[in-house]
């Protein structure tokens, strides 16, 4: 009986600490904003976008995914690029600050491509279908601070 509470005890103890350390949950790293934002389909469904609306949506949409695709593209070649981070000493990873920076400056203007494309489709909405839409997640494209003090 003994051992069962210590096991017991024990996974409910370890468990949570185990998930911390999976990317995305907890103390882990988190995982990178996806390569897409909604299907089309899943946007049409959330907002209810007419027949008249769907091909003027489309073109925005499909916009804004090829930047989300280019910017998840640039990641992964950023990263190759970078090599193993852990092993790097405090002196190349202040030489390696000016390639992060243009990496960053890149990254902003993919997302407000990302944006505008986001805005222009709001805009083909009714007031009832930009509420809708407004609560659906934001398409992300880069990672962002929060501003400081906050």
């Known amino acids: 009986m003994r051992r069962m509470l210590a096991v ?66 640039r990641r992964v070649l950023f990263r190759q690029s970078m090599g193993p981070m852990g092993q790097m000493t405090p002196e190349q990873r202040q030489a390696m600050q000016p390639k992060v920076d243009s990496m960053r400056t890149a990254m902003e203007g993919l997302q407000q491509q990302a944006d505008t494309h986001y805005g222009a489709i709001r805009a083909l909405l009714t007031a009832a279908q930009q509420a809708k839409f407004d609560a659906l997640p934001k398409p992300q494209v880069a990672m962002r601070r929060p501003p400081p003090g906050s």
């Open 8 to 73: 017991a005890l024990s996974s409910v103890l370890l468990v949570p600490a185990a998930l911390a350390q999976q990317p995305g949950m907890g103390g882990g790293r988190m995982a990178p904003p996806p390569d897409h934002w909604l299907t089309l389909d899943s946007l049409a469904q959330a907002v209810g976008l007419t027949a008249d609306q769907r091909p003027k949506v489309a073109a925005h949409y499909d916009e804004l995914n090829a930047v989300m695709k280019k910017a998840a593209d």
